[in-house]
Antibody
Framework: EVQLVESGGGLVQPGGSLRLSCAAS????????MSWVRQAPGRGLEWVANIKQDGSKKYFVDSVKGRFTISRDNAKNSLYLQMNSLRAEDTAIYYCARDLNMGDFYGYWGRGTLVTVSS | EIVMTQSPATLSVSPGERATLSCRAS??????LAWYQQKPGQAPRLLIY???TRATGIPARFSGSGSGTEFTLTISSLQSEDFAVYYCQQYNNGPWTFGRGAKVEIK
């Protein structure tokens, strides 16, 4: 069974940093692109970033470029999101998501981790 | 960036009735359109991909249609567990974008 478990969320002040992790199990992690998708409280979904199987390609939504980095450790079956220079508008539940190797849509999601940026 | 517009924002339907949700893309996304269902406190659940292919385990009462810029999700006979928020997502051109969601509520 595919499982994605996020961790690392919490309360952080504006301008601060946070590192999210996603522990994957139940599939061959190194065979899939992995993504982060976020959802602000009471709002819709926003794709944030994704990373290729070997980490050689990474893409970001414009609003986080230069502030967020995405990485993975295939030996540890883990995905990461390093978030710097955090803003109030980054407040959201952050989901780790995996596609089905048929396109950039998401067949598997974690339960999410809440990031709150507030002073 | 491709903008996805969903309508209506809220749909009030009685159990057993049909629900039809629309999603329009600001430019063609060919058939690279997915639909998700989300219930309160839960992660989204994939329903449809490729505009019309049901994901594994999704009941046949869910169907998707359309291509280019106009798409429809139809729930043929609403069950109690179908009352939720539905999102469309295009994956034809990055960044991948979602609609703002459509809430299906009990009438």
């Amino acid at each position: 069974e595919v499982q994605l478990v996020e961790s690392g969320g919490g309360l952080v002040q504006p301008g601060g940093s946070l590192r999210l992790s996603c522990a994957a199990s139940g599939f061959t992690f190194s065979s899939y692109w992995m993504s982060w998708v976020r959802q602000a409280p009471g709002r819709g979904l926003e794709w944030v970033a994704n990373i290729k199987q070997d980490g050689s390609k990474k893409y970001f939504v414009d609003s986080v470029k230069g502030r967020f980095t995405i990485s993975r450790d295939n030996a540890k079956n883990s995905l990461y999101l390093q978030m710097n220079s955090l803003r109030a508008e980054d407040t959201a539940i952050y989901y780790c998501a995996r596609d089905l190797n048929m396109g950039d849509f998401y067949g598997y999601w974690g339960r999410g981790t809440l990031v709150t940026v507030s002073s | 960036e491709i903008v996805m517009t969903q309508s209506p924002a809220t749909l009030s339907v009685s159990p057993g009735e049909r629900a039809t949700l629309s999603c329009r893309a600001s430019q063609s996304v060919t058939s690279k359109l997915a639909w998700y269902q989300q219930k309160p406190g839960q992660a989204p659940r994939l329903l449809i991909y490729g505009a019309s292919t049901r994901a594994t385990g999704i009941p046949a009462r869910f169907s998707g249609s359309g291509s280019g810029t106009e798409f429809t999700l139809t729930i043929s006979s609403l069950q109690s567990e179908d009352f939720a928020v539905y999102y469309c997502q295009q994956y034809n051109n990055g960044p991948w974008t979602f609609g703002r969601g459509a809430k299906v509520e009990i009438k």
